[in-house]
């Protein structure tokens, strides 16, 4: 199974950028599509993002033209520019890999990222 690590978190003012980093390592990711979802305090885990194999990116609508995924096989790690941050992107963020976000089947344990007003 595939373990992942996140790291990049952080505290930014509203309009900053934040760049995110998950390192897989025990398995490749390459064969998988790689995600990112979020949980806000009260609110349940959702999609941000997600990249297939091929490299073709998805993005849940209230990030389009800020964020932006990439991935690098070479490496098995998967990255997520946060850009234009906005307070309600405040959220513990995690890194996945599997078919989809629904259907995940290596998390990990979660990063902060915190928007402030």
């Known amino acids: 199974q595939v373990r992942l690590v996140e790291s990049g978190g952080g505290l930014v003012q509203t309009g900053g950028s934040l760049r995110l980093s998950c390192a897989a390592s025990?398995?490749?990711?390459?064969?998988?599509?790689v995600g990112w979802s979020r949980q806000a305090p009260g609110k349940q885990r959702e999609f941000v993002a997600q990249?297939?194999?091929?490299?073709?990116?998805y993005y849940t609508e209230s990030v389009k033209g800020r964020f932006t995924i990439s991935r690098d096989n070479a490496k098995n790690t998967v990255d997520l520019q946060m850009n234009s941050l906005k307070p309600e992107d405040t959220a513990v963020y995690y890194c996945?890999?599997?078919?989809?976000?629904?259907?995940?089947?290596?998390w990990g344990q979660g990063t902060q990222v915190t928007v402030s007003s």
């Open positions: 996945y890999s599997g078919p989809s976000f629904w259907a995940a089947n290596s």
């Open positions: 025990g398995s490749s990711i390459n064969i998988n599509a």
């Open positions: 990249i297939t194999r091929g490299g073709s990116p």
